[in-house]
């Protein structure tokens, strides 16, 4: 069921990671999801749901960050914790799939571990903190550090999604705004913190697999900029979705069947 999915807890040597497994393939497919209210543990089925399309032709492995994060946490870090769990979980030579701060974290390994990233696709992502980053991210830690986890869902909304999404499906809001608390409040505080030291700009030149850039120009969290200017110093192919933002990975009917036909391309 679910395409054969099934959740696990990855053991580390300073605690353990979460990853939602699914697919028949024998290709693994790594996807490191961004910033969020929810954990992976949990959503397995959703995810299976979302990312079905892969589950023919590759093993997907959807990787979580720790259940518990230090203060003072960094891209870094996460990087190393996601590729001790690749890792463990016996992964090299994977097609990667980062998503803000998930791409962030992808950027990461494909610098420091060349050997676990064959292709590597960056969504609606960064390479360096700019300021509406900052501010919007600034913003959810101040209503985090509050207790106001309904103003992020509202603020996240409104940031993410396109007009269009928000007048078709935003009598929802509400509703998710009410069950929006996490788990750990402290950790969700911690990791949009870890979002505001990305500075994989200056070592970009380091990744040399093949690479995707899906950017959304609308967006209003780490803007289509930034996607542009990885693109730009990487040479490589560059998907720009004008009307779309943060959310392009959620709302472009497209998205994953342009990541599935790059993956696809001979090396």
Same mark, same amino acid.
């Given at each position: +069921?679910?395409?054969?999915?099934?959740?696990?807890?990855i053991?580390?040597?300073d =605690?353990?990671?979460?990853?939602a497994?699914?697919?028949?393939?024998?290709?693994?497919?790594v996807?490191?999801?961004?910033?969020s209210?929810?954990?992976?543990?949990g959503?397995?089925? #959703?995810?299976?749901? +979302?990312?079905?399309?892969?589950?023919?032709? &590759?093993r997907? &492995?959807?990787?979580?960050?720790? $259940?518990d994060?230090?203060? #003072?946490?960094?891209?870094a870090?996460?990087?190393?914790d996601?590729?001790?769990?690749?890792?463990?979980?016996?992964? $090299?030579?994977a097609?990667?799939?980062?998503?803000?701060?998930?791409?962030?974290?992808?950027?990461?390994?494909?610098? /420091?571990? *060349?050997?676990?990233v064959?292709?590597?696709?960056?969504?609606?992502?960064?390479? /360096?903190?700019?300021?509406?980053?900052?501010?919007?991210?600034?913003?959810?830690?101040?209503?985090? $550090?509050?207790g106001d986890? #309904? =103003?992020?869902?509202?603020?996240?909304m409104?940031v +993410?999604y396109?007009?269009?999404y /928000?007048?078709? &499906? =935003?009598w929802?809001? *509400?509703?998710?705004a009410?069950?929006?608390?996490?788990?750990?409040?402290?950790?969700?505080?911690?990791?949009?913190?870890?979002?505001?030291?990305?500075? !994989?700009?200056?070592?970009?030149?380091?990744?040399?697999?093949?690479?995707?850039?899906?950017?959304g !120009? !609308?967006?209003?969290?780490?803007?289509?900029k930034? $996607?542009?200017?990885?693109?730009?110093?990487?040479?490589?192919?560059? &998907?720009?979705y004008?009307?779309?933002?943060?959310?392009?990975?959620?709302?472009? !009917?497209?998205?994953?069947?342009?990541?599935?036909?790059?993956?696809?391309?001979?090396?």
């Amino acid at each position: +069921m679910f395409w054969n999915m099934k959740e696990s807890a990855i053991p580390l040597a300073d =605690g353990s990671v979460d990853c939602a497994v699914f697919g028949y393939g024998d290709k693994p497919f790594v996807i490191i999801p961004g910033l969020s209210l929810r954990d992976v543990r949990g959503a397995g089925a #959703g995810l299976a749901m +979302m990312y079905r399309q892969f589950a023919g032709e &590759y093993r997907v &492995y959807v990787i979580d960050k720790k $259940s518990d994060i230090a203060e #003072g946490y960094t891209v870094a870090d996460l990087a190393e914790d996601t590729a001790a769990a690749m890792r463990a979980l016996g992964i $090299s030579g994977a097609c990667v799939l980062g998503v803000s701060l998930g791409g962030m974290i992808a950027q990461e390994i494909a610098i /420091r571990y *060349p050997e676990l990233v064959q292709k590597l696709v960056l969504g609606v992502t960064a390479s /360096r903190v700019n300021d509406t980053m900052t501010a919007v991210v600034g913003k959810w830690i101040d209503l985090a $550090s509050q207790g106001d986890f #309904g =103003g992020i869902v509202t603020d996240m909304m409104e940031v +993410m999604y396109s007009a269009n999404y /928000r007048k078709r &499906y =935003g009598w929802i809001f *509400p509703v998710l705004a009410g069950f929006a608390k996490p788990k750990n409040g402290t950790r969700f505080i911690r990791l949009a913190k870890a979002c505001l030291t990305c500075t !994989a700009y200056d070592r970009l030149s380091e990744i040399a697999c093949p690479t995707l850039v899906l950017g959304g !120009a !609308a967006d209003k969290i780490v803007t289509g900029k930034a $996607s542009l200017e990885i693109a730009g110093i990487l040479g490589c192919e560059l &998907y720009m979705y004008e009307d779309l933002g943060h959310s392009a990975y959620e709302e472009a !009917a497209d998205f994953n069947d342009r990541v599935c036909c790059f993956l696809r391309k001979e090396v």
